[in-house]
């Protein structure tokens, strides 16, 4: 079985400020991790993946991704923040041995100005 | 280019109908799955099709059926709804279920709310 935890169901920052947006996960063998963004009434957006290699992944509008084995984490972070990057934020893993993609709850970004 | 499309954007049904969803992929992209999601939480994987096979299926009930076209384009069928299929349908294409680099990002539709009353 897989499985996705995002911790924090909203995170806030001011803009300029450094995001974190939290997440591990659980699969029985080794992960492909995955973030999408998503802005209200709209599909979502792909951000960043990992797939094996460097631990650290950077994605598109400046995000990018520490993956850590042995915490099983794979938190989203940008240097600054931007009031456009308010949205709904989901992790997403898939077991390299299963088509599945599981997503977590999701967390909502709110950056004020 | 055009990114997924999904008809109808919106739906209201009532309890014991059926409804069909529709999905056209990106151009080119021969992989498309289907994912339910409820307000508040993250999208539910369904289905997964890739060359007109069924590839994976998520834990929905058999009322939850799905096929995919010679063109690539997906339908997914609801029998018999329920109150607890009101969610957001959201549609995903990809190139192919695994390139070479690992699993190609999926490209998502902005869906189809579907309401049932």
Same mark, same amino acid.
């Given at each position: 079985a897989q499985s996705v935890?995002?911790?924090?169901?909203?995170?806030?920052v001011a803009e300029g400020n450094p995001l974190t947006v939290?997440?591990?996960?659980?699969?029985?063998?080794?992960?492909?991790?995955?973030?999408?963004?998503?802005?209200?009434?709209?599909?979502?957006?792909?951000?960043?993946?990992?797939?094996?290699?460097?631990?650290?992944?950077?994605?598109?509008?400046?995000f990018e991704a520490e993956f850590?084995?042995?915490?099983?984490s794979f938190h989203l972070k940008?240097?600054?923040?931007?009031?456009?990057?308010?949205?709904?934020?989901?992790?997403?893993?898939?077991?390299?041995g299963d088509y599945k993609l599981s997503f977590g709850a999701g967390t909502t970004v709110t950056v004020r100005a | 280019d055009a990114g997924v499309t999904q008809s109808p954007t919106h739906l209201i049904k009532t309890r014991g109908q059926h409804v069909t969803l529709r999905c056209s992929p990106i151009s080119g992209h021969k992989?498309?799955?289907?994912?339910?999601?409820?307000?508040g939480q993250g999208p539910q994987f369904i289905f997964q099709y890739y060359e007109k096979e069924e590839r994976g299926r998520g834990n929905?009930?058999?009322?939850?059926?799905?096929?995919?076209?010679?063109?690539?384009? &997906?339908? *997914?069928? +609801?029998?018999?709804?329920?109150?607890?299929?009101s969610a957001l349908y959201l549609c995903a &294409?990809? *190139?192919? +279920?695994?390139?070479?680099?690992?699993?190609?990002p999926q490209h998502f539709g902005d869906g189809t709310r579907l309401s049932i009353l």
């Open positions: 935890a995002q911790p924090e169901d909203q995170v806030n939290k997440c591990t996960y659980s699969v029985s063998g080794n992960p492909y991790l995955f973030w999408y963004v998503q802005y209200p009434n709209r599909g979502l957006q792909f951000l960043l993946k990992y797939i094996t290699g460097d631990n650290l992944v950077k994605g598109s509008y400046g850590n084995k042995s915490q099983t940008k240097p600054s923040a931007l009031v456009s990057d308010s949205a709904l934020y989901f992790c997403a893993v898939r077991d390299r | 992989s498309v799955s289907w994912y339910q999601q409820v307000l929905f009930p058999d009322r939850f059926s799905a096929r995919q076209f010679p063109n690539y384009s &997906s339908e *997914l069928n +609801v029998n018999a709804l329920l109150l607890g299929d &294409s990809s *190139l192919a +279920v695994t390139g070479g680099s690992g699993p190609q």
